[in-house]
């Protein structure tokens, strides 16, 4: 019986590792670092991205920038966990509906007692209150629901590191990436506005569009464009990130750990889960659950070990739940059909200022 993933070679996973790093980044400068040449590397990136395995795509992180109401009022943007149960044989059905909200960034199938959790994002505690009780609850098919709301998000999936690249091909990215921040260093850091809103939506499905395709987009001149993504790609608010569909291609066993952990070792116990390669997520709650960490592994018995070592590096931490993601259908806006690749995308907000 053939496998359930795709087989891909080293150089496709250095390629996705490289781009991990650096999004935007032009064939012609990653291909001495791969060892190889621009036109194959090109060619690999196409292949994956038409079969749905890999793309790019960029949001904004609320909580590095100050955002403001028409009125004036500051925004503290909030972002929350949301169990969600179905009504018998309507999962399906609710599904439909919430992958398409823009405010719910992810959605998965998981275990355990609730059909389905989703991702929200909104502007205040309040709003996502309200919109949880009219954009979620009140989907024909969902019997109840349950918000956890995060506290501080010490990794996520930008941060990911599929470990694929040589030392040497690393040292070799590092200097790359530092000629070009040095590059950019003379460039002032942008703020948000209405034209860094519009470059971002052009950007948010594919990362790696060129200056000319989001001047097109955006209705701004080429070099404005230019100039403007340049500055992005620098600024602590935007993250750009290359992702790929992890269950395809080797990465059976996706699983939400949530633990209990004392406050005054919850950092502590946050950063050492967070260096784990195996960890995707990381985040404090306000729950009984202080502490959330999303694992991809290879197989899901690489969990006992990951358990193991936790619990004796940290003893005072205790895991209360495990969840078994069975089937992501949206992460960061990416849509993906039954089989696991990537078929569409949803715009995810974008907190960028008054437009």
């Not at 935007?24 to 791969?34: H, N």
């Not at 950007?203 to 993504?229: C, F, K, N």
Request: aromatic residues 6%.
């Amino acid at each position: 019986m053939a496998p359930s993933w795709t087989v891909l070679d080293d150089l496709d996973l250095q390629l996705l590792n490289a781009l991990q790093f650096a999004p935007r980044t032009s064939w012609t400068a990653l291909a001495p670092v791969l060892r190889s040449d621009a036109s194959t590397l090109s060619r690999r990136w196409i292949r994956l991205t038409e079969a749905g395995l890999a793309w790019t795509t960029c949001y904004v992180l609320p909580e590095r920038i100050r955002v403001y109401s028409a009125d004036g009022q500051p925004l503290r943007s909030s972002f929350a966990v949301i169990e969600i149960r179905c009504e018998a044989g309507r999962r399906a059905e609710v599904i439909a509906a919430v992958a398409q909200k823009p405010a719910v960034l992810n959605v998965e199938c998981t275990s355990g007692p609730r059909e389905l959790t989703v991702n929200v994002l909104a502007d205040s505690p309040s709003a996502l209150d309200r919109y949880v009780a009219d954009h979620v609850a009140a989907v024909p098919g969902v019997v109840s629901t349950s918000t956890r709301f995060v506290r501080t998000i010490y990794r996520e999936g930008s941060e990911s590191d599929l470990m694929a690249l040589t030392s040497a091909q690393r040292s070799s990215l590092e200097g790359l990436l530092q000629q070009d921040q040095g590059e950019r260093a003379e460039r002032p850091e942008l703020e948000p506005s209405p034209l860094t809103e519009r470059v971002l939506r052009a950007l948010q499905p594919d990362v790696r569009r060129s200056a000319v395709e989001v001047a097109t987009e955006a209705g701004i001149p080429v070099a404005l464009a230019r100039r403007t993504i340049a500055q992005l790609t620098r600024s602590p608010w935007v993250r750009m990130r290359a992702d790929f569909a992890h269950d395809r291609i080797g990465w059976n066993a996706s699983v939400q750990l949530w633990m209990s952990v004392p406050q005054d070792s919850l950092p502590v116990v946050a950063a050492a889960l967070s260096r784990h390669p195996a960890v995707r997520l990381c985040a404090s709650t306000v729950s009984p659950d202080n502490l959330v960490a999303t694992l991809w592994m290879r197989e899901l018995d690489d969990l006992d070990a990951i358990e193991l070592s936790l619990q004796r590096r940290f003893p005072q931490a205790r895991v209360t739940d495990r969840w078994m993601v069975t089937r992501v259908v949206k992460r960061m806006g990416t849509l993906f059909d039954d089989s696991g690749r990537r078929c569409g995308y949803v715009p995810v907000p974008l907190p960028c200022g008054d437009s």
